[in-house]
């Protein structure tokens, strides 16, 4: 049993005491609230599921202090007394338990996509928002300031342990606190002191509307990761100003749209774990009161560890909380293995709130439905059900199933399960693909869930299972491309998962035709190996089943001197050795490659269903076996089926 005596050790922010060291940060999830901004019971159940999960610290975030900077469409307000009951009766549910509640206060700035938005200065954001906000007056300043003041006096009516001021991540704060979004000549701009006193009047303004004790802690950049950019050094001066002030703690994290690298504000996989612990350490250095450390901290191991050895305090889990709700009582009791990871890989969580979508994800498909499932109710009569198919989608399934109380068989004429996701683990940062394998593995052997490898799907072997449903999750295979004369190159030509599987040996010169993600992450991969790789990408845009964030990390690992990327290529003439295409108007004619690697998307395996169909059983189709998609829209359609079979 792991023992995680100093993530589970209490500690004093203030006047407030927190049972353990376990914060669930602020996250933009863009759902919970109705048309006037008021939250509604599916944000309330979303929180009550982590605070009955054992965390210390939940923070409700952002909450828009201000019309003008209301950041996402969803995002709940507190800029209105009328605001408050709604939030009253959230935090009386989560009271119940023994958890701190707080809130975010936040101010979009230009980072707001209502297209409407203010700033110290009339700069367009540096990256996702278009737009070039409005310039703040002294006057709408100071309105501003008082917003903030007033929002945090609307939250301790309404029932939170605490506010937190957000002062990070390029939004209102930090445009003024950063040389590059703040240009004003006044008061309010120019030298640090003048930058940061906005900031220093919303702390004023909130110690002032609050009553004595009411912690109030601040979230602030430790670097901006951009040009003229907010640095650590910044952060360090700032941060025994704000203790000075009153801040209960600081909670500090690291980025902002247009942050280099690309995404680092919300670290993918590809980013390091624990990324931005290196600036909260500095940062502790120089205060006393508590600091709170984040970036991509997804173990609790990994959580002690950090409190262990005093660089933070406390340790934000903001990804890991959605994808286990009990991440804290699981780690806690020692069950480490039971944990559902985050892959870090960014889809339901980041991808879908950049789409003004509400915030899922790819390991736990409950987020945001928490009100409508309540739990999973066992079956009144058992079936027996035959899943073919041990990839994602089928063990998602079965695990739902059986906990349901169904009896599930799984099939699989590999000798392995994972299907294609256990290829793409292999490329360079990827790997964490394979932790969603290894869970369903362990909770289909609690589960005692039968799993047969190597096995041919025929009548005997049907008619030995006698099920009453069969689920179809075969999967998918790579695509062959009809274009004309493709095929008669003297090129050696592969598909991806050859490649990724390590079946064929490839020459220093190699042609990737296809920019999908797949695509991309064998041309990673294979220029690794110090091979000159060459990717062709039909359509306008690469790797669009990706996150954005996810995306652009490997993009960025991709620009090395030996690979190139074509998009919107035109294919006119395969060469014996290469191939002339056009792409951006220019004819471009490359020649002396010896393979050429096929990714152009997949299509589905589903010739089991005739044979099912033939033998009179109810059958369903899923994941790619149903149409080739994202993990996370395979993930949530095996959700549904296991729910509801």
Known sequence: MASLKHL??????????????????????NFGVDEEGCVTDQLKAYFEARAKGGTGMMIVGGAAVHPTGLDLPKLPRIWADEHIPAFREMTDVIHQYDVKFGIQLLHGGRQCYHGKGVAPSPLPAQGVVKGTPRELTIPEIGELVEAFGDSARRSEEAGFDFVEIHGAHGYLITEFLALNSNKRRDE?????????????????????????????????????????????????????ILEQEGAAYLHVTAGIYGSYPPGISIPSMYADQGVFIHLAEEVKQTVSIPVIGVGRIKDPEHADRIIKEGRADMVSMGRAHLADPDLANKAK???????????????????????????????????????????????????KILVVGAGPSGLAVSRLAAIRGHKVIVCDEKGDVGGMLRLASIPPGRSEFMELIHYYKKELNNLRVEIRLNIDIDDDLVDSIEADTVVLATGSLPEMP???????????????????????????????????????????????????VVVLHREGHFALEMAANDRVFLIERLKRPNVKLYKGVSIKEFLPKGVLFQARDKEIRLERFEDMVLSE?????????????????????????????????????????????
């Open 601 to 645: 998307g997949s299509r589905s395996i589903r010739t089991l269903a005739d044979f099912f169909k033939r033998k009179g059983l109810e059958t369903h189709i899923i994941g790619d076996a149903k149409k080739p998609r994202s993990l996370l829209e395979s993930q949530s359609e095996a959700d549904e089926l296991g729910r509801s079979i």
């Open 482 to 532: 009809q274009l004309e004369g493709i095929f008669d190159t003297d090129m050696n030509i592969h598909t991806v998962v050859e490649v990724l599987k390590g079946n064929v040996s490839l020459g220093d010169r190699v042609l990737i035709f296809g920019g999908n993600q797949m695509g991309l992450e064998t041309a990673d991969f294979v220029a690794e190996k110090e091979k000159e």
């Open 8 to 29: 589970f050790s209490p500690i004093r922010i203030g006047t407030m005491g927190v049972k353990n060291r376990l914060v669930m940060p602020p996250m933009g999830i």
């Open 333 to 383: 009791s020692g069950n480490l293995a039971d944990i559902r990871p985050c892959l870090g890989c960014c889809l339901g969580c980041v991808h879908n709130v950049f789409q003004l979508e509400a915030a899922t994800c790819v390991m736990n498909p409950e987020v945001n439905r928490e009100y409508l499932l309540k739990g999973l109710k066992k079956v009144a009569t058992p079936k």
């Open 188 to 240: 309010y701009g120019g030298s640090f002191e003048n930058r940061i006193r906005f900031l220093l009047e919303v702390l004023r303004d909130i110690g002032k509307k609050t009553n004595s004790g009411f912690p109030v802690g601040v979230r602030i950049n430790g670097d901006d990761f951009i040009k003229d950019g907010w640095v650590i050094e910044d952060a360090k001066r700032i941060a025994p």
